[in-house]
């Protein structure tokens, strides 16, 4: 079994964080200027609090990924004592991060093998990979194998969320000024989902009632999920993450869908009221068929 250590930035959130403490995992801060001042993610601030703070502006905070030095200090550092790390990273399309680490593992190259991931996502699909990362680390032969089935997992991961503040959107060009305008004055709000390592609007609705049926109808579409998290906005449980509960354990009997706070980071491009959720999907070969 390869010796393997995870690496992944403050951004990411996880369906069960007790997990992750019996794993090898070290997550690098990101820094979150709000209003004109800096914060370490999840240490100067905890998340309700950064959240309650990101409200009250009128403009998204700017999110600092670790930089090229920082990725570099602490594989420099990892590699005396692991046979392989896997930094997981989110969208490049969305962030810095990836590049940093990418240089970074060129300066440490040779020492042990780095894997620099892109998980074309954010938040909880970034947590999500590190689970999978962490198993395939216990089960697979090599370095290589575990790898491949962290590659493998990107592309099974989905999220959405339903959006308030058109704001955030607007002015981080992921709805244009126009179309806020107009759906605003129609009282209709956006959803999100992360495609490709982007945030695109994918469609509108105009009540919560509505926003979580089509929540549902986004998660029915699956066969089977291997993870599941619901994001919302709050420590406590919200009254539309209860009532998608009660609709999934109809779709889904049995299984549980677990909900977190999603991150400052997150909280940056879609502001601090949205709600959401993220799958990963099972692999095809894990699927059982009957014929």
Known sequence: MPNIHIVTDSGVRFSNPRLIKHYPVTIL?????????????????????????????????????????????????LSHHYDA?????????LSESWQNGRRAAQQVSGQCEIAV???????????????????????????EDVIQAVRGAVERIYSVYYVNDLNYLRLNNIMKTSHAILSTKLKIKPFISLEEGKL????????????????????VEFLELDDSVILQ?????????????????????????????????????????????????KEVDDLDYDF
């Open 29 to 77: 801060p990101n820094e979150i200027e709000i209003g004109g001042k800096r914060y370490k993610e999840d240490i100067d601030l905890s998340t309700e609090d950064a959240l309650q703070l990101i409200g009250m502006q009128t403009r998204p905070p700017k999110v600092i990924p670790p930089s090229e030095s920082d990725y570099a200090e602490l594989f420099a550092k």
């Open 85 to 93: 790390i896997i930094s997981i990273h989110p969208s490049r399309e």
């Open 117 to 143: 991931v892109d998980s074309q996502s954010l938040c909880a699909g970034q947590g999500m990979l590190i689970r999978v990362a962490a198993r395939a680390a216990q089960e697979e032969a090599t370095v």
């Open 200 to 219: 695109i609007v994918i469609e509108k609705v105009r009540t919560r009632s509505q926003a979580i049926e089509r929540l549902v109808e986004f998660l």
């Open 233 to 281: 906005h709050r420590p406590n449980i919200s009254e539309e993450t209860r009532l998608l509960q009660d609709r999934l354990s109809v779709e889904f009997p049995g299984q549980h869908f677990p909900f977190t706070m999603y991150s400052p980071t997150m909280a940056s491009y879609l502001g601090s009221t949205a709600i959401g959720v993220a799958v990963l999907e």
